[in-house]
């Protein structure tokens, strides 16, 4: 196995483009289970760990821009503020050990269809930057990202930089159903992230379909029906949590049914839905 070790962005960028099959490592959280497990035998490696400006955030014209390689420990200690969302699912990721070393970028590299990170992402609107050699930079709506399970559209010579989040514009909760409280992989996961000022509330389903996805229907429903100068409607919360349950596609596995996702999916909704609510009419009347 062969083994690249590049210092600068430029050069990490010049050895995915020479060797496209080199699999990019950062934490190492995915990529050595599966090593050691015999899951993946890789002809290279690409180890980012010494490309200094994927481990830092910056906030710039207004926007968010946190490296591939920060690790968890950062966006829960230092972007729980502006990205709290995020910083939410954060916090439900594996152990300190794991939120030290794991990354969003790890996380959406391997776009697994259960990864923490991509439901606040998805309700967020966020934007992946990735970046190849010879094509230059693509900004990639997080909708836009997973294609399959386990399949994004990034290609293969192409890495991921830094995702592009906005501040919050208004309350954004994260819920996620697990067979135990810490370490363990999402049974299921929403996000739901409000934004008073568009009149719009995103929403992002975890370990519910083939990818994680937003729930569009239901999205749209809100835009329509949500009076944002009044208490939640029952029924709008109601008709929300089912078309919710509707944008999901589960299967049966070890982890959950598919009815039980679908099920906690609408639950789920209608919880983080009212957690926000409260917290956006509660600063209103403060
Ligand atoms: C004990 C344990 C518990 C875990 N618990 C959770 C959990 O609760 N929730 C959860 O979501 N995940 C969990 N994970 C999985 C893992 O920690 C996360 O997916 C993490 O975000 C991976 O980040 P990383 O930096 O370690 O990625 P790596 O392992 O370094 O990489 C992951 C994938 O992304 C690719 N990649 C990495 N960086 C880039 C880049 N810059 N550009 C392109 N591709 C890239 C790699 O090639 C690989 O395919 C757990 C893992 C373990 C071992």
Redesign the pocket.
């Known amino acids: 196995m062969e083994f690249f070790r590049p210092t600068t962005w430029d050069e990490a960028l010049a050895a995915k483009a020479d060797q496209p099959e080199a699999?990019?490592?950062?934490?190492?959280?995915?990529?050595?289970?599966e090593i050691n497990f015999d899951v993946r035998r890789p002809v290279a490696l690409l180890d980012?760990t010494r490309v200094p400006e994927?481990r830092t955030w910056s906030l710039e014209d207004g926007r968010y821009r946190v490296g591939?390689?920060v690790p968890y420990t950062t966006i829960i200690e230092e972007l729980g503020g502006p990205l709290p969302g995020l910083a939410q699912a954060s916090r439900?990721?594996?152990?300190p050990q794991?939120r030290n070393?794991?990354?969003?970028?790890?996380?959406l590299?391997?776009a697994?269809p259960?990864?923490?990170?991509h439901p606040p992402l998805l309700a967020a609107g966020a934007v992946i930057e990735v970046e190849s050699r010879d094509r230059g930079v693509r900004m990639i709506p997080a909708h836009e990202f997973y294609l399959g399970v386990k399949r994004s559209a990034?290609e293969p010579d192409e890495?991921?930089r830094a995702v592009h989040l906005e501040p919050a514009a208004g309350p954004q909760y994260f819920s996620k159903v697990g067979t135990r409280n810490a370490?363990?992989?999402?049974v299921c996961s929403f996000a739901v992230a409000l934004h008073p000022g568009e009149g719009r509330v995103g929403t992002g389903l975890g370990s519910a379909a083939p990818t994680p996805r937003r729930a569009f229907a239901a999205e749209e429903f809100l835009r329509r029906e949500l009076d944002w100068s009044a208490r939640l409607d029952p029924a709008v919360l109601a008709r929300f949590g089912e078309l919710c349950a509707q944008a999901a596609a589960p299967i049966d596995d070890v982890r959950g049914t598919a009815d039980y996702r679908r099920h906690a999916i609408g639950v789920m909704a209608r919880r983080t839905l009212t957690w926000a609510w409260n917290d956006y009419r509660g600063k209103r009347a403060a």
């Open positions: 699999v990019p490592i950062q934490g190492g959280t995915d990529v050595m289970v980012l994927l591939a390689a439900t990721v594996g152990s794991i070393r794991g990354s969003v970028g790890g996380n590299g391997a697994s259960a990864g923490d990170s990034l890495l991921i370490m363990v992989i999402a």
